[in-house]
């Protein structure tokens, strides 16, 4: 079955520091891979994504994932988190021809003074 | 560019009503998305819509339903509510679902079914 998984369901971490959200995904031949960020109260928006080329994908406010195939991996990363950075994340992958994109059940950033 | 309009924003609803919910994709899309998004359950796939026709359709009860028009909007029809169908439904659109394309979230609609 085809599915998204998001390792951590609350990450908390100080300003400044580097944060790593987690996410693998069920096996295909081909996806396309999303990260998107959902701030309090608001609607979703995505960060980044990854269709094909360069497993590095550099996307908005200073965030970046890398692809790896081997591993089903689609890992978000920040060198250095700011307050405003708090928010609910969330990985999705879309098979292609499957006419849907799966989403993770979400990670929820804290970012702490 | 106007955005993924959904109506209405809040309402509640009692246990075995329906509800119809509405959605304005941006200008050009032709793919329409619902899903659900509960408390630790992330969102979940309801069903997409391309040019009035359905593509996919997630795991829920025939309770849950939709439709696209001509225009490219759609709109969802949940009957008999359940307590369980409290949750917020969102709308997303694209060019098409399948090619990579960006989707693109309304606000969503907020249900409570008391």
């Known amino acids: 079955a085809q599915s998204v998984t998001q390792l951590d369901s609350q990450v908390p971490v100080f300003e400044e520091a580097p944060v790593e959200l987690r996410c693998n995904y069920s096996s295909s031949v081909s996806v396309y891979l999303f990260w998107y960020v959902q701030y309090p109260n608001q609607g979703l928006q995505l960060l980044l994504k990854y269709l094909s080329g360069s497993t590095l994908v550099k996307g908005i406010n200073g965030f970046e994932a890398e692809f790896n195939k081997s591993q089903t991996s689609f890992h978000l990363r920040k060198p250095s988190v700011h307050i405003s950075d708090t928010a609910e994340y969330f990985c999705a992958v879309m098979y292609t021809g499957g006419f849907k994109t799966i989403f993770g059940a979400g990670t929820r950033l804290f970012v702490k003074a | 560019k106007a955005g993924v309009t959904q109506t209405p924003r809040y309402l509640i609803k009692t246990r075995g009503q329906q509800v119809t919910l509405s959605c304005s994709p941006i200008s050009g899309h032709r793919s329409v998305s619902w899903y659900q998004q509960t408390p630790g359950q992330g969102l979940q796939f309801l069903f997409e819509?391309?040019?009035?026709?359905?593509?996919n359709k997630g795991n829920f009860p025939g309770r849950f339903s939709g439709r696209q028009f001509s225009n490219s909007r759609s709109e969802m029809n949940v009957s008999t509510l359940e307590l369980g169908d409290s949750a917020l439904y969102l709308c997303?659109?694209?060019?098409?679902?399948?090619?990579?394309?960006?989707?693109?979230f309304g606000e969503g609609s907020w249900l409570t079914v008391v």
């Open positions: 819509y391309f040019s009035e026709t359905q593509r």
């Open positions: 997303a659109s694209s060019l098409d679902s399948s090619s990579g394309n960006t989707i693109y």
